[in-house]
């Protein structure tokens, strides 16, 4: 819907929502650091990071543990899991790609009820995604929603491909395709035209994101950011985009 037909109120929210999202995402270009006392202990919610910028250091702290081999691999204990079975306390929401090569837990070395994962070709948007990011949002009062592409995403190549006159995919993946579609640079060819969609497709789903009335409501407030960021297999490195 275009803003001639949203009240000036609601384009105020979303206005709000999308640049702190950039403030935020800046901090994963820029190596944040969350402080040290806002890092919790697995299963103590009141020592978790609590806000869109603590969360963003604390996975940019297990990135640059995870690319330069230094993984801690933590809250994996017997005692955190004995914790978590009274309840559970993530400090973000990722959304990624079901790409076996970019398990979020592992390239932000987290453990065991720091993150809430929702996982769908592409990084698309359904009902049962929205859902489910809600429910960390609303419910758990997670403060960071992190949209996680990466290099050399199939279900993007695939869209470009179907664009480019493929045949129709089978079953349900032409569903996938169909939502990735508008992210395609049609000025660019090739493998430019497919690392430009990644980027974009992650861009646009950050704003439909960011637009959520529910989720946009928090963001205005500073209680929660939306960032977009992309994985390199080649580097190991997680970057904000904006």
Known sequence: ????????????????????AVAVAAGLGSGARGTPGA???AGAAALRPTSPETALGALVAGNARWRTYHERHPDQTRTVRRTLVGGQHPFAVVLGCVDSRVPPELVFDQGLGDLLTVRSAGEVLDEAVLGSIAYGVLELGIPLIVVLGHQSCGAVAAAVQAHE??????????????QIHP?????????????????????RVSAALGAEPELAARIAVGKLAVVGARYELTSLRVRGIR
């Open 165 to 178: 006159g493929g045949p129709p995919l089978p079953g349900h993946m032409q569903y996938l395709v169909d």
């Open 39 to 41: 890092i919790r202990a």
């Open 183 to 203: 992210a395609i640079d049609r000025r660019l060819r090739g493998a430019a035209r497919i690392d430009a969609a990644i980027t974009e497709n992650v861009r």
């Open 1 to 20: 819907m275009s803003d001639r037909h949203e009240a000036p109120g609601r384009r105020r929210v979303v206005r709000a929502a999308l640049t702190g």
